[in-house]
């Protein structure tokens, strides 16, 4: 017992180490964008003024980057204790990827104060990352479904689409299957879409 109840004490200090920092410094960005915009007003800060857009949104970057960084944390911890944290951080890459991408043609954009050519960019670049990984999204949707639903889970015995072995690993994008020394990696995708014949275990036979 004592083994088991120390890495949640471990993995629930961690988290409440981390979220006060993270909400404390979102708290500062956005004083610091309160007093940029009243300051802005002053005579006194004509460049202030001046730059009033650039400096916000660096400053707006700051609270967002803290704010995904949160949020990644939280996920990572949700699905380390379900035992499966590589999906809860491939996650946190895919969120971090796309945020990051979007702010950075935001801050161009409004560095050259040009609005249009942010949504530009922001549909071209979205437009060929969707053709490009079409098949790693529906893979990664797939993948965070069965994180949620848990139709198998480590160490059970499946059989899909012909494999059988026992389960090693669940990540985002495919779940490993072990069997004869050999490794199947069978993409979410399909354990999602195809029919799953689990193995009973002892347990749930003899109840």
Wanted: charged share 15%.
């Amino acid at each position: 017992m004592e083994m088991k109840d120390h890495p949640k004490t471990k993995v629930s200090s961690k988290t409440t180490g981390i979220t006060p920092i993270a909400i404390l410094v979102m708290a500062l960005c956005l004083a610091v964008i309160v007093t940029t915009v009243e300051i802005s007003k002053l005579s006194s800060f004509k460049f202030i003024a001046d730059h009033r857009n650039a400096i916000i949104s660096i400053e707006f970057a700051a609270f967002v980057i803290a704010l995904v960084e949160l949020i990644g944390r939280v996920i990572i911890v949700s699905f380390r204790r379900r035992g499966i944290e590589p999906v809860g951080r491939n996650i946190r890459t895919i969120i971090r990827g796309g945020v990051y991408i979007v702010l950075t043609v935001g801050i161009i954009s409004t560095l050259l104060s040009n609005p249009a050519l942010a949504i530009s960019l922001s549909t071209v670049i979205a437009v060929i990352i969707g053709f490009a990984t079409q098949n790693l999204i529906g893979n990664v949707a797939a993948g965070i479904i069965l994180a949620i639903v848990q139709p198998v889970q480590v160490g059970d015995e499946v059989t899909v689409s012909g494999s059988t072995g026992r389960v090693k690993e669940i990540a985002l994008v495919y779940t490993i299957l072990e069997a004869k020394g050999s490794l199947y990696y069978v993409p979410s995708a399909v354990m999602f879409s195809n029919v799953v014949m689990k193995k009973k275990n002892p347990e749930d036979t003899a109840t």
